[in-house]
Structures are given as structure tokens and as C-alpha cells.
């Protein structure tokens, strides 16, 4: 039985003494495999007829020039990190002087490098792996480091393995980015290092019992190659900080692992696809390895941006700001769905009016008590990219206007956190509905369906906090007095009338279209 994620523990190795390399060995060009795909990939291919399966249960499969590429242990697309910190702690002496005294820790984990960036490359890893605690406590233990020392330095290399002490051949990484959510970063190394060379593939299509490798750098000991299975294909990942979907891998992982890529096979093709990265397990069991699933992490790796988004609908690709607003549009015109959705304990009706979508979110005493706390207007900027524009607070005497801009600094973060979690959730939903809209064709589909009907109901629990501080937000918001009050009909009024005018503009500029051209057509020879 699983243990809950408060009993994973870091799958990284920490020592009190500072060691160092011997020369790495130059790389072989690499085999001429697919390449990684750094766009959305077009889907696993269709599933065998038999068993429904994109990846492969067994090794079978497996082409001959991918199985001898693996083989060939100069063939490394996977680095040991090693990140060596400096702390400083401060200390009084027997006649009252201020000590200052310095401890070394070293940490080891795996990198692997999937672009090339000019000269430079860039590698995916683990955020716990490159990053220490500011200053030790007891909740932020260094091994090795007494409590109340400050972390004073850091370095971070590419190295053999933990008994490499020949300095000169090291590779130094930089710090690029990284998402404490997601536990992944990225560094980049000057040079050109070898890159995976598969594409990505979808943890969405993973099925229990389908076979993986692992390729990291246990205990920082030296190379390794892990091979097991998928025992778990989905498992939400709130363990402190973290905020993030896992699947869950048997392969005999260890300390320093963290950071490994893990690669499954697809059946069809006879490659390795990249899955995900291993990065925690728990610590009361025995091979229960979790694994950030590749899907959140493109951002970060090719577009650089932090800050995990909540996780919608793993396998549904999300919908751009357009297409959210053309969806609902199209939706709301022929009455094919309910435009609702569920912030925490809060119900929130989608309305598109025109350009304009218009969010109202109902008191958690729904449908007893139909008045909205607040309501959001989002318009059209540039690009078909929609930007908040006015905010109407709610409560028991009527409702009061603000202007997105006006708002102070905490007010601004809590209603924009809140307008981008609700496009992913209609993204999400609307998504979920057109997997719906088509019967099951397979073990798989059902499987599917599933999983995905169990991850929009866990995204109401994760909600939750989100949609408390928003009520809060709304009670100190809300008119002091009915005198600065306007009525719900008014505020609906309000947003219709612009709505209207740009549409009546847009379609008399339509018609003045089709008059020049009618015109033209007269006077053609």
C-alpha cells in the first residue's frame, strides 16, 4: 500500500567532505536516432488493436541500433552534478569573542542535457538537486552543518562521479531557471554536451505494467542503467512545497538519482520516448520511485518560465486564450453545455458576451443564496489575449465597481491568481467534455476517462485555499453602504452596452466591406 507523500524523502546524496574527479572521456558523436522534440508532439501513435497499449510492456519491441546505442557506455546523455556549498556559522568563544567558523556540504545528483543553446546546453534536473537552505534550522537541516549557519557560497559542476578530483576537466553549470512547485530546474554548461536523443512523449498514454529505464548516476558512484515498471499511472504530488502530478516507477533507484530521465518504449516505433523525471520516493517502502511527469515541465525547458500551473487534465492539450474564448462562444450559441465550473467550494458560471468573458462566482451557499461575491470582466487586449479589466465586489448591499488597475498590490495577485486559474479550469472542462462526446473504444479510453474525471474532482479539494481567499477579498471589498451600491442588473447592463458597440462597429464595418466591393464589381470592365 502507498504511504503518503508526507513520507517521501530527497533522492539525493549528502556528504560533510568536499571530493573531486579524474578526466572524463571525450564523446563519440551521437547515433542517429529520432531527436528530441521540443514542440507539442502529435500523440502517440494508435494503440495495438489487442490491448489497447502505446508503450510497451516488454523490451521486445525495442529496435536493435537503439538497444546497442544504450549499450555502448561512451553513449551518455546524463551528467552527475555535483553542488558544493559554503555555509558560515557564527559562534561565541570562552571570553566572549564572535567565532567564525565554515562548513562544506556536497550533494550529488543527475542532469541530462536535451538543447543546444548557441555554444552552450542547456540540462534538466532537479530543483532540490542545485539548491541548498538560505540558513539551517530545524526544519531546513544540513547534513554535516549545525542549526543558524548561512549559506555563504555555492558552486555547481558537471563531474565523473563522486571520486573525480582532477578539477580542470569539470564543467561548470549555471543556474537558469526553476520551479520549486514542479521540483525541476534548468542550468545551462558552456560546450556542446550530447543531448537525449529521443523525443517526448505522453505520461497520459502510460499504462500499468509498461517497462522503463532510468539512466542516472546512483549515489553519485558512477553510471547507471535501471530498468521496471509502471506501477502507479497517476499520483498527485503535495508533499510540502510541491505541487505537481507524478506516476509511480518500481526501478531500484537510488540516492542521486534525482534528476534521471525516465524513458519508456513505444511499441510501435521501437524507441524510447521521455516520460518524465525521477525525483522523489518514498521513504517507508521499498522501489516506489515518483516521477514529475513530462507534461508540465515544456514551459520550463523551452520557454524558460516558472511557476507551475495547477495540473487540469494530464494527456488534454490546453486550450490558447483564443481558442478558450471561441470554444465558449460556440458553446453558449448552441446551448451544448453548461457553462459552470468549481473554484474550491465555489460555483462560477462562464458567460461569453461577445469579446467579452464574464466570470461570476456565487456565494459557497449556492443555490440557497444566488448572489455573486464578485464578478470579473476579461476583455479582448492584443492578439486575441484577454486582460482583466473591471472587478464588481458583492455582498448584502449590492455590489461596487473597481477598476483592475486600481487595485492595491495583494488585492491585484489573489483576482488575477484566481482569472488564470478559472481559464484552466474552463480549458480543463471543456477539454474533459470532448473526451466525453465520444464513446470508449478501448480499455484504454475507459482508463483514460477516468483518470481524468478524478483529476478535475481533486482540482475542487486544491481550490480550495484559493477560493477562501477570494471570499475574504470579496467581504472587505464589498460596498460599506447601499448609498455606493449598484444592483446586479446594472452591473450586467454595464458590461453588455460596450459589448454591443463593438459588435454593432464591427458588423457595420463588414457591411461597408461588402458595399466597396459591390462597388468595385460595378465598375470592373
Not at 578530483?165 to 530546474?185: F, H, S, T
Not at 472542462?429 to 462526446?437: A, C, F, M
Not at 446594472?490 to 463593438?502: A, D, F, T, W, Y
Request: hydrophobic share 35%; charged share 25%.
Amino acid at each position: 500500500m502507498l504511504k503518503p507523500l508526507c513520507a517521501v524523502s530527497f533522492a539525493l546524496i549528502l556528504n560533510a567532505q568536499v571530493v573531486q574527479a579524474e578526466p572524463r572521456r571525450s564523446e563519440p558523436s551521437a547515433a542517429a536516432l529520432s531527436g528530441l522534440r521540443t514542440g507539442s508532439p502529435s500523440g502517440p501513435e494508435k494503440p495495438d488493436s489487442v490491448d489497447g497499449r502505446y508503450y510497451s510492456d516488454s523490451f521486445l519491441p525495442l529496435r536493435e541500433d537503439v538497444r546497442m546505442f544504450e549499450r555502448d557506455p561512451a553513449n551518455r546523455y546524463t551528467y552527475c552534478v555535483r553542488n558544493v556549498a559554503t555555509y558560515e556559522c557564527l559562534s561565541y568563544g570562552s571570553e566572549g569573542a564572535v567565532e567564525h567558523k565554515t562548513h562544506r556540504s556536497t550533494a550529488y545528483g543527475t542532469a541530462f542535457a536535451y538543447q543546444h543553446d548557441g555554444d552552450e546546453t542547456r540540462l534538466l534536473t532537479n530543483e532540490h538537486v542545485i539548491s541548498w537552505p538560505s540558513v539551517t534550522d530545524s526544519a531546513h537541516g544540513v547534513e554535516g552543518v549545525p542549526s543558524g549557519c548561512k549559506l555563504v557560497s555555492q558552486k555547481l559542476h558537471i563531474v565523473d562521479n563522486e571520486d573525480d578530483e582532477y578539477a580542470e576537466d569539470d564543467i561548470p553549470l549555471k543556474r537558469v531557471v526553476d520551479d520549486r512547485a514542479l521540483d525541476a530546474a534548468v542550468v545551462q554548461a558552456k560546450g556542446k554536451l550530447r543531448l537525449l536523443p529521443y523525443r517526448m512523449g505522453r505520461s497520459s498514454a502510460l499504462s500499468t505494467g509498461d517497462v522503463v529505464i532510468v539512466r542516472g548516476f546512483p549515489l553519485g558512484v558512477f553510471a547507471a542503467y535501471n530498468t521496471g515498471k509502471i506501477i502507479n499511472t497517476l499520483d498527485e504530488d503535495r508533499y510540502k512545497h510541491w505541487d505537481h502530478a507524478d506516476f509511480i516507477v518500481d526501478a531500484q533507484l537510488s540516492n542521486g538519482n534525482s534528476g534521471s530521465p525516465v524513458l519508456a518504449l513505444n511499441r510501435r516505433t521501437g524507441e524510447y520516448e521521455l516520460m518524465g523525471v525521477f525525483h522523489a520516493s518514498y521513504t517507508r517502502a521499498s522501489s516506489l520511485n515518483a516521477v514529475v511527469a513530462i507534461e508540465q515541465l515544456r514551459e520550463l525547458m523551452f520557454q524558460l518560465k516558472a511557476g507551475a500551473k495547477p495540473v487540469s487534465i494530464m494527456g488534454a492539450e490546453p486550450l490558447s486564450d483564443v481558442a478558450l474564448r471561441r470554444q465558449l462562444q460556440r458553446t453558449q450559441a448552441d446551448r451544448s453545455g453548461v457553462p459552470f465550473v468549481r473554484l474550491g467550494s465555489l460555483l462560477v458560471q462562464i458567460q461569453a458576451i461577445g469579446e467579452t468573458l464574464l466570470f461570476q462566482v456565487f456565494s459557497k451557499d449556492f443555490p440557497v443564496d444566488d448572489r455573486r461575491i464578485v464578478v470579473l470582466q476579461d476583455v479582448v487586449a492584443t492578439e486575441g489575449k484577454g486582460t482583466l479589466q473591471t472587478v464588481w465586489f458583492g455582498g448584502d448591499r449590492g455590489y461596487q465597481e473597481c477598476a483592475a488597475a486600481n487595485l492595491d498590490p495583494g488585492s491585484t495577485t489573489i483576482v488575477r491568481r484566481v482569472l488564470q486559474r478559472l481559464h484552466d479550469l474552463a480549458s480543463s472542462t471543456l477539454s474533459y467534455r470532448s473526451y466525453l462526446s465520444h464513446a470508449p473504444d478501448s480499455q484504454q479510453s475507459l482508463k483514460q476517462r477516468s483518470r481524468l474525471q478524478k483529476t478535475l474532482a481533486q482540482a475542487a479539494v486544491r481550490d480550495s485555499e484559493l477560493a477562501q481567499q477570494l471570499q475574504e477579498l470579496a467581504e472587505d471589498k464589498s460596498p460599506p453602504s447601499t448609498k455606493s451600491a449598484i444592483s446586479l442588473h446594472e452591473v450586467l447592463v454595464r458590461i453588455e452596452r460596450p459589448s454591443k458597440l463593438v459588435l454593432s462597429t464591427a458588423s457595420l464595418a463588414k457591411a461597408s466591406e461588402r458595399e466597396s466591393a459591390s462597388s468595385l464589381n460595378d465598375f470592373r470592365p
